[in-house]
Antibody
Framework: EVQLVESGGGLVQPGGSLRLSCAASGFTFSSYSMNWVRQAPGKGLEWVSY????????YYADSVKGRFTISRDNAKNSLYLQMNSLRDEDTAVYYC???????????WGQGTLVTVSS | QSALTQPASVSGSPGQSITISCTGTSSDVGGYNYVSWYQQHPGKAPKLMIYEVSNRPSGVSNRFSGSKSGNTASLTISGLQAEDEADYYC?????????FGGGTKLTVL
């Protein structure tokens, strides 16, 4: 059974940093690209970042480019999101999600809440 | 990285059919047959209902169907049930991102 478990969320002040993790199991992690998707309270889904299976290709949403860094450790079956210079508008539930080749997300984690507030 | 356009809300009575539209551009919805639809209940993670425009994952009811014409995709739910009340999001593959719609709240009257 495919499982994605996020961790690392919490309360952080504006301008602060946080590192999210996503532990994957039930599939060959090193064979799949991965994504982060977020959802602000009461709002819709927003794609955040993509990383290919070998980390050779990385994309970011314009809203986080230059502040967030996606990475992975295939030996540890883990995905990460380093978030720096956090803003109020980064407050959201962050999901890791495994896409198919056509970009559909068949598998999602349960999400981890990041709250940016002073 | 523009969002796809969905109606904010739709409603229907049990047993009826409803359709939710999702409008994009030739760079996303119109350019690929890679439109997906997700159902999200409050406090839960999204659940994939339709992928590649019209395919249903295993376990998803055949009351859910998808289609596409030009830059607009559609999700149809037939035989509405109370449990279908949820938020629905469309998404489309693009060359370097995923575009999501703003979401549609489905109310079952």
């Amino acid at each position: 059974e495919v499982q994605l478990v996020e961790s690392g969320g919490g309360l952080v002040q504006p301008g602060g940093s946080l590192r999210l993790s996503c532990a994957a199991s039930g599939f060959t992690f090193s064979s799949y690209s991965m994504n982060w998707v977020r959802q602000a309270p009461g709002k819709g889904l927003e794609w955040v970042s993509y990383i290919s299976s070998s980390s050779s290709t990385i994309y970011y949403a314009d809203s986080v480019k230059g502040r967030f860094t996606i990475s992975r450790d295939n030996a540890k079956n883990s995905l990460y999101l380093q978030m720096n210079s956090l803003r109020d508008e980064d407050t959201a539930v962050y999901y890791c999600a495994r896409p198919s080749r056509s970009g559909s997300y068949h598998y999602w984690g349960q999400g981890t809440l990041v709250t940016v507030s002073s | 990285q523009s969002a796809l356009t969905q109606p904010a809300s739709v409603s229907g009575s049990p047993g009826q059919s409803i359709t939710i539209s999702c409008t994009g551009t030739s760079s996303d919805v119109g350019g690929y047959n890679y439109v997906s639809w997700y159902q999200q209940h409050p406090g839960k993670a999204p659940k994939l209902m339709i992928y590649e425009v019209s395919n249903r994952p295993s376990g998803v009811s055949n009351r859910f169907s998808g289609s596409k014409s030009g830059n607009t995709a559609s999700l149809t739910i037939s035989g509405l049930q109370a449990e279908d009340e949820a938020d629905y999001y469309c998404s489309s593959y693009t060359s370097s991102s995923t575009a999501f719609g703003g979401g549609t709240k489905l109310t079952v009257l």
